[in-house]
């Protein structure tokens, strides 16, 4: 916070951008007056998920960043998932209800940066439908 506002980070896939995720980042957006959306590269999506993204790194960040509630966007880093900390120095960084990847290190990627950023998790928005896997298989299911 050393211009006075709050930054807050995010990190997600955002492959083909949901009312799920829109609901998601306008939260986020809610926690301080800055918001840095962080992309997930596709060799990294392939690792957490198993798959390939439906869309590639760069449609998917061309999409974050012509959001209006989205101050920022960039690709993570290929190598350390953690080297935005460095780069962004959130004040805060809010979570998925559902997200897990890369979370258990989270704090201590904090730590050894010498951040107190809060982590907040967020609520879902009717997960039960706004999830992309469920819209992926719902989709697939359409196309049979």
């Known amino acids: 916070m050393a211009d006075g506002r709050m930054t807050v980070l995010v990190f997600g896939t955002f492959d083909g951008l949901h009312p799920g995720h829109l609901h998601f980042l306008h939260q986020a957006r809610e926690r ?3 918001l840095h959306v962080l ?13 390939a993204p439906e869309f590639d790194e760069n449609e998917r960040l061309l999409a974050v960043r ?8 960039s690709l993570g880093d290929p190598v350390d998932r ?9 004040d805060v960084i809010c979570l998925g209800y559902d997200q897990q990847a890369f979370v258990g290190g ?17 609520d879902a928005f009717h997960d039960d439908v706004f999830k992309s ?12």
């Not at 953690?82 to 959130?90: F, M, S």
């Not at 896997?133 to 196309?143: F, M, N, T, V």
């Open 32 to 34: 301080g007056d800055r």
């Open 39 to 51: 992309v997930a590269r596709d060799a990294t999506v392939l690792e957490v998920k198993g798959r």
């Open 66 to 73: 012509d959001l209006l509630m989205v101050d920022e966007a």
């Open 82 to 90: 953690y080297a935005a900390l460095d780069r962004v120095r959130p």
């Open 106 to 122: 989270l704090k201590a990627g904090l730590r050894k940066r010498g951040l107190r950023t809060a982590i907040v998790r967020l």
């Open 133 to 144: 896997s469920k819209l992926r298989r719902g989709a697939a299911a359409q196309r049979d």
